[in-house]
Nanobody, 123 residues
Framework: QVQLVESGGGLVQAGGSLRLSCAAS????????MAWFRQAPGKEREFVAT????????YYADSVKGRFTISRDNTKNTVYLQSNSLKPEETAVYYC????????????????WGQGTQVTVSP
């Protein structure tokens, strides 16, 4: 069973950048598809990006395409989310998630979740 710990959140001005990290332990990291989701106050948790086990395939929510980049380092058991040109409406708790085997954009398919890291984007 894998444990996930996010870091890298914080306060940033609109148009700024943050790099989120998610460190995994307790499992064979390379077997897991990894993803980022986010949940804004009063809203449902939503998909942001996912990356396949072998790094070959990535998917992004339309709202972040061209601004966010998901990556992973299987030697460090870590997945990253580089977030550029951030907008105030992207203020949310960002969650790292993992599932065995194939990629999916569906929240309920992910079995393992981190505790989240707060990203606040000021106007």
């Amino acid at each position: 069973q894998v444990q996930l710990v996010e870091s890298g959140g914080g306060l940033v001005q609109a148009g700024g950048s943050l790099r989120l990290s998610c460190a995994a332990s307790g499992g064979t990291f390379s077997l897991y598809t990894m993803a980022w989701f986010r949940q804004a106050p009063g809203k449902e948790r939503e998909f942001v990006a996912t990356i396949s086990r072998n790094v070959a395939t990535t998917y992004y929510a339309d709202s972040v395409k061209g601004r966010f980049t998901i990556s992973r380092d299987n030697t460090k058991n870590t997945v990253y989310l580089q977030s550029n040109s951030l907008k105030p409406e992207e203020t949310a708790v960002y969650y790292c998630a993992a599932k065995l085997w194939g990629s999916t954009l569906t929240l309920t398919d992910y079995n393992y979740w981190g505790q989240g890291t707060q990203v606040t984007v000021s106007p």
